[in-house]
C-alpha cells in the first residue's frame, strides 16, 4: 500500500484513533484506529491506500448523481483523453460492474480498535518468522543483489513482504479495475480512485499484466508488494529481467519493488530503524509525541536510557530520533529514527512500522520487547472517543470536530487536560481520561 506521502495523503484513511488496528480484510494489517500517526493525520479503515477522509455526516452525500454506465462512458472519454488506446479501454472494462462489497468497505468505520500488543502478537507470530527465515535463505542470491542496488536489508524487505501479503499468499482477489471503477463512481475519494483507475489502465498498457491477472484489495492495492497503481508506476521495477514488472507473480520484482521504493522514502543504508529505550520517573511525556525530533544525544541528556549500556548510542548520537509511546506512558518506549519514518512512508500507521521493523529483528533472534504493555487498559472504542473529544471540547480544551479520530488536536487537548489533572501528559486517550471528564 505504498503510497508515497506525497500522492497519497496522509495516509491510512480514516480514524485514527486510540490506540492501533482493527483487523479488517487482510489479517495482520493495521487497520483503524492507530494512535500515533506520525506524520498528519491518522487513518485507518481498511487495507491501505487511500486517502484520509473526514465521515460524511450525511449519507446523501455519497449518492453518485448518474448510473454506473453514465459514469463508464464518461471515464472512457477521461481515459482516452489520457493517452488510453480505446481497444485496451474496452477490453479492460469488458467485464466490469458495480461491486456492493467495495463500497461497504470503503465506508465501514470499525466501532472498536484491536490493541497494539495484540496486532503484534498476530503480525510476529512465531510461524511468520520461521517462514520469513527459511525464504531469507531461499533468496539468498537475488536478496543480496538486491541490497546492493537500492541499500535496504534483506530483513527489512522480508518483513515488509510478510506484513504486506504474507508472503506473497494473501494478494487480494478482485479485479483492480472493476474496484478502483466502483470507487471512482461512489467511493468516498472519487478523485483519487479515478487517478488510480487512470494509472491501472496504464499498466494494462504497458504490457506488465493482462486485465484478468491484475488482482488486488478491494481498495486497489495489488500483488505482493500492495502497491496501489500510482505507486507501482513510479516504483515497481523488473528484477528477474523477463522485461514485465510482475509484482504478483516474481518474487524478485516484489522485493526489489519494495526496496525501490524504500530507497525513494528516505532510507538509509546501515541504520537501524530505532531502538526500545527506557524513561527516567520524571521524564516529560509531552516530548513524546512521535514527531518532535532532537539528536539521539541531546534524547540522552534528558535522561532517556538507550540499549546495552549505550553500546548502540556509540554511531547512533547525531541521528534524528522521535520518541513513541504506542500506548501511552505506560507501555514501551521507542527512539524512532529515519528508516522507521521511511516505512511509514508505505503505510502510515505507527504499529505497521513498530511490526515491520521488529519483525526483521525476529529473524535475527531479536526484536524481542522489554517493556510491558497496559493490557488493563483497552482501547477506546470509537464511540467513547467521540465522547472524549466532545468532552474535552466542553472543557475548553479544543479537540477539533468529534469524528473519533485521535489526530494532532486531540492528543493536544488530552495533553492539556492530563497536565491539569496533575498527570503524566503522553496525549494517550484513556478509560480513566474519559471517566475523570464525565465527572468533572
Ligand atoms: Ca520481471
Given at each position: 500500500m505504498p503510497f508515497s506521502l506525497s500522492h497519497r495523503w496522509p495516509v491510512r484513511q480514516l480514524i485514527a484513533a486510540t490506540s492501533f488496528i482493527l483487523l479488517v480484510a487482510c489479517a495482520e494489517k493495521p487497520t483503524a484506529a492507530d494512535a500515533q500517526t506520525l506524520q498528519a493525520t491518522p487513518v485507518a479503515t481498511a487495507p491501505a491506500i487511500i486517502p484520509p477522509v473526514v465521515p460524511?455526516?450525511?449519507?446523501?452525500?455519497?449518492?453518485?448523481?448518474?448510473?454506473f454506465a453514465e459514469w463508464q462512458a464518461s471515464f472512457r472519454k477521461d481515459a482516452l483523453a489520457a493517452g488510453i488506446r480505446p481497444d485496451l479501454f474496452d477490453r479492460a472494462f469488458a467485464n466490469v460492474s458495480f461491486d456492493a462489497s467495495v463500497i461497504r468497505a470503503d465506508r465501514s468505520q470499525p466501532e472498536f480498535s484491536r490493541p497494539v500488543w495484540e496486532y503484534l502478537d498476530g503480525a510476529l507470530s512465531p510461524l511468520r518468522v520461521r517462514k520469513g527465515q527459511a525464504l531469507i535463505d531461499q533468496y539468498a542470491d537475488v536478496l543480496q543483489s538486491i541490497e546492493q542496488r537500492y541499500g535496504v536489508d534483506r530483513q527489512t524487505l522480508v518483513s515488509v513482504w510478510g506484513m504486506e501479503s504474507n508472503f506473497g499468499q494473501v494478494q487480494g482477489s478482485k479485479s483492480v479495475i472493476n474496484s478502483l471503477a466502483t470507487l471512482a463512481y461512489e467511493g468516498r475519494r472519487p478523485g483519487f480512485a479515478h487517478a488510480q483507475l487512470i494509472a491501472a489502465l496504464q499498466i494494462l498498457q504497458q504490457g506488465d499484466i493482462t486485465p484478468e491477472k491484475m488482482l488486488g484489495s478491494w481498495a486497489g492495492a495489488m500483488g505482493q508488494t500492495q502497491f496501489i497503481p500510482t505507486t507501482y508506476n513510479t516504483h515497481a521495477v523488473d528484477f528477474d529481467g523477463d522485461g514485465r514488472r510482475d509484482i504478483w507473480g516474481s518474487p524478485a520484482d516484489a522485493l526489489a519493488s519494495t526496496a525501490h521504493y524504500l530507497q525513494s522514502s528516505g532510507w538509509q543504508r546501515g541504520q537501524p530503524w530505532g531502538f526500545e529505550v527506557q524513561l527516567p520517573g520524571d521524564f516529560n511525556y509531552t516530548l513524546a509525541d512521535g514527531a518532535t525530533r532532537k539528536s539521539v544525544a541531546e534524547w540522552r541528556q534528558l535522561g532517556v536510557i538507550l540499549p546495552n549500556s549505550g553500546q548502540v548510542a556509540a554511531g547512533s548520537d547525531q541521528l534524528s530520533a522521535a520518541l513513541l509511546l504506542p500506548a501511552g506512558y505506560r507501555g514501551p518506549a521507542f527512539l524512532i529514527l529515519d528508516n522507521f519514518r521511511a516505512i511509514l512512508k508505505y503505510n502510515n500507521s505507527s504499529s505497521y512500522a513498530l511490526a515491520v521493523s521488529l519483525l526483521s529483528e525476529r529473524f535475527n533472534g531479536g526484536g524481542l520487547i522489554s517493556g510491558s504493555w497496559p493490557k488493563d487498559d483497552l482501547p477506546l472504542s470509537r464511540t467513547e472517543r467521540m465522547e472524549l473529544q466532545t468532552l474535552l471540547s466542553a472543557r475548553n480544551y479544543d479537540a477539533g470536530t468529534a469524528d473519533g479520530i485521535i489526530g494532532a488536536n486531540t492528543r493536544k487537548a488530552i495533553r492539556s487536560a492530563q497536565q491539569s489533572l496533575g498527570w503524566p501528559a503522553d496525549g494517550y486517550p484513556t478509560h480513566k481520561l474519559l471517566e475523570s471528564l464525565r465527572t468533572q
Open positions: 460524511s455526516t450525511d449519507p446523501l452525500d455519497l449518492q453518485p448523481t448518474q448510473t
